[in-house]
């Protein structure tokens, strides 16, 4: 039995579906269709089958429909049964539209529609059997299914609608929707242009400015350094520096060759420095220092020649009139105006004050007009008057010089001060060097020899030694005893330089012919410990302070330390290290009634406003008691009175003198050097001290009352006379040596 997929699907009549003929033969008028609502009819697949050579169908030739017979309804079973393909046809037709503009189709049955006149397909179908009549029995199913009951109708479906054709694209809605998201988009780039305008403008113009922004530092202007009177010993003024841009310098042996006579500059060492180079970074420099402090005149010149790649900036330039005129006090500074050595490095951070800066737009090389500009002012540094004499200091150096020349001295010192405020009135040293070009000069040179020569300082000691018997109640101006020619501590013999032969000798003969003897048992009689109390009373064994940067504290011998032969060598001032200035400022606690006064440079600050604000007070404490101090004094005169006696040269005339002769040491890390150091310290008017000079000078040979002695009356002649001090009244004691 073939499968029910080969077997032709038959009706409800038995006949093929899809088929015209069964129906027409059994005597069923066919159904026109199209006629409910007057709407067109749609042929299918068995009208197409219908058609005949003429066009006609074979219903055509039936005649209208049989009387009496109800019309068969079509069903949606029956219409997929008949016309199988009529969705196809549907879509190739163009659907009911297709078939009303045809006019039906070709050859098939048509129908006019009242009062139109339009053509409209008539569509056949098969009738379905009445009730009541016999139909032919269908035809068994394959597959086993059980057959209709006869008696039972065909159930009724109910119509469907034929599915419509699918919808064409609409252009419409196409633009509708481009216009929307052209609209989109136009709106996001409006919202992003405000953002960047409104919103992030800051941002986007900071990037831009950090390549158009230039920096430039406006310095600080240097506090300047006065003395006493007002007179400038260092000071700044405005110069220029003249730097090149490597990248822009067209001829480098040109420019070179123009600029050498201008700056004072070798045209070789010019062209090394404009030659292209990179930075660390890898970028090229666009900055070349070729020189500074520029005279403003001279920065002039150079920028009318118009040289491509050279410019001029705003520079400052460190004057000191004086040139070598206390230069180892002053010091210099760098090129960038930071102090080096002197007072210059210690009170750097008082002179230098704050630099400024100034940043600009710049374009085209030059500044933008109306363009961002913001200037930080720069703060100017405070200036220092110093207790510094500006005349005395020049005499003192030029004295000092010329002895250190005739004794041919490698290193003197020498330092005046006023006793009565422990102010430095001059402090001098050779060798010195000019401060201007401090370059041109040894380092050597430019060391201060009153804070860091330490010496032994020999003789001069003694007075310490004997205004602590004096204090200590050991001894009184009136004291005398034997004094042998030499004395014996442990292995080392002391001797005398005017030998006493075992006579008795005074006090202020001991003094005037320096007796080392009597000085020892003098000590003797005080004691080690109460000698060392005694000089750290008087400031041995550390700085004085006085502002000087590097300052020597010399060094005291611990008594742990003391041998048999330190007995003999430390009252006599050996075996003690000390600064010229140490031993100055010693002697001022003498002169000012035993009262020692702190040695200080400073007088006073004067800040950038003008105001001025003195120095701190300085350290005081006692010492001796005035009497004592007194007593001490007038022992002292003996070394300028008494015949033969080691100061004579250091007498002032028409005043009182009292003072002390000393040949010591000098020590370098501790160790003795070849030489010896001559050292005179005096006061005048002796009566009523008003300032205390100290001189030493280390040379090949020659006593402080040879080397020393006449450079002191020198300056302390000049000093009285500078500061109009009177003569003494009165003339000095007369002494016995050998009561």
Not at 476 to 482: A, E, I, R, Y
Request: charged residues 25%; positive net charge; glycine residues 10%.
């Amino acid at each position: 039995m073939p499968s029910r997929s080969d077997e032709p699907r038959r009706d409800a009549t038995g006949s093929r579906r899809g088929s015209s003929r069964g129906a027409s033969d059994r005597g069923v008028p066919p159904r026109v269709t199209g006629e409910r609502g007057d709407e067109p009819g749609i042929g299918g697949i068995s009208d197409a089958r219908a058609y005949t050579p003429r066009g006609r169908t074979i219903r055509e030739g039936g005649g209208a429909p049989a009387a009496g017979r109800a019309e068969q309804r079509r069903t949606p079973r029956s219409s997929r049964s008949q016309d199988p393909f009529r969705p196809a046809l549907q879509v190739l037709d163009g659907g009911r539209a297709a078939a009303t503009r045809a006019g039906g189709r070709p050859g098939g049955p048509t129908r006019r529609d009242g009062g139109t006149g339009r053509a409209t397909v008539v569509r056949t179908v098969t009738a379905r059997t009445p009730r009541g009549e016999a139909a032919e029995p269908p035809r068994r199913r394959v597959g086993g299914r059980d057959p209709r009951r006869e008696d039972r109708a065909a159930p009724r479906r109910p119509a469907r609608k034929p599915p419509r054709p699918p919808r064409l694209a609409d252009p419409v809605r196409r633009l509708r929707l481009g216009t929307a998201l052209v609209m989109v988009m136009f709106v996001a780039i409006g919202i992003r242009l405000v953002v960047l305008q409104a919103v992030d403008t800051p941002a986007y113009a900071d990037g831009g400015m950090a390549d158009r922004l230039r920096t430039v530092q406006l310095p600080a202007p240097r506090g300047a350094i006065y003395d006493r009177g007002g007179a400038a010993l260092a000071h700044s003024v405005e110069a220029r520096y003249v730097y090149a841009d490597p990248t822009r310098v067209e001829d480098i042996e040109s420019t070179a060759r123009t600029l050498s006579p201008l700056l004072g500059i070798p045209a070789s060492e010019l062209t090394e420095k404009m030659r292209p180079r990179k930075r660390i970074n890898g970028v090229d420099s666009r900055f070349e220092y070729l020189a500074r402090g520029v005279d403003i005149d001279r920065a002039r010149e150079i920028m009318k020649l118009e040289l491509p790649g050279i410019y001029t900036q705003r520079d400052e330039r460190r004057e000191v009139p004086g040139g070598d005129l206390a230069a180892n006090l002053i010091g210099f500074t760098s090129i960038d105006m930071a102090g080096l050595e002197g007072l210059e490095a210690r009170y750097d951070d008082l002179l230098h004050g704050e630099d400024g800066e100034r940043t600009f737009e710049i374009g085209l090389g030059a500044p933008i007009p109306g363009g961002y500009s913001r200037t930080t002012p720069a703060k100017p540094g405070s200036s220092m008057v110093l207790t510094i004499d500006r005349d005395l200091q020049f005499m003192c150096q030029r004295i000092l010089s010329e002895q250190a020349r005739a004794a041919q001295a490698s290193t003197a010192a020498a330092i005046v001060l006023d006793v009565r405020t422990g102010e430095v009135l001059a402090q001098a040293s050779e060798p010195t060097y000019n401060a201007a070009r401090p370059q041109l000069s040894d380092p050597t040179d430019r060391e201060d020899a009153a804070t860091s020569f330490v010496v032994d300082p020999g003789s001069v000691h003694k007075a310490i030694t004997f205004g602590a018997a004096l204090q200590e109640g050991v001894i009184t101006p009136d004291t005398s005893f034997p004094v042998s020619n030499a004395i014996r501590k442990g292995d080392t013999w002391f001797p005398d330089t005017h030998f006493a032969n075992g006579r008795r000798m005074s006090v202020a003969g001991m003094m005037a012919y320096s007796s080392n003897v009597g000085t020892i048992q003098i000590a003797d009689k005080l004691g080690p410990e109460r000698l060392i109390d005694y000089q750290r009373r008087f400031g041995l064994g550390k700085p004085t302070g006085v502002g000087m940067p590097g300052e020597a504290s010399g060094r005291l011998l611990p008594l742990s330390e003391w041998s048999d032969s330190s007995h003999g060598s430390v009252p006599i001032g050996h075996s003690v290290d000390a600064t010229p200035l140490q031993m100055a400022a010693a002697y001022a606690a003498i002169a000012n009634d035993g009262t020692y006064i702190q040695p200080h440079l400073v007088k006073e600050t004067i800040d950038p406003q003008g105001n001025r604000t003195p120095a701190e007070p300085p350290a005081t404490r006692p010492v001796l008691s005035p009497d004592n101090a007194k007593a001490l004094r007038t022992i002292m005169e003996a070394v300028t009175t008494v015949e033969n006696a080691t100061g004579l040269a250091a007498a002032v005339p028409g005043y009182r003198v009292a003072g002390k002769t000393g040949t010591g040491w000098r020590l370098v890390d501790g160790k003795k050097q070849p030489g010896d150091v001559a050292s005179f310290i005096g006061m005048a008017p002796a009566e009523n001290p008003r300032y205390v000079i100290a001189v030493f000078v280390h040379s090949p040979s020659g006593g402080g009352g040879k080397v020393a002695a006449p450079a002191f009356r020198d300056m302390m002649t000049f000093t009285l006379r500078h500061f109009k001090v009177p003569p003494s009244s009165e003339a000095p004691p007369k002494f016995t040596v050998f009561p």
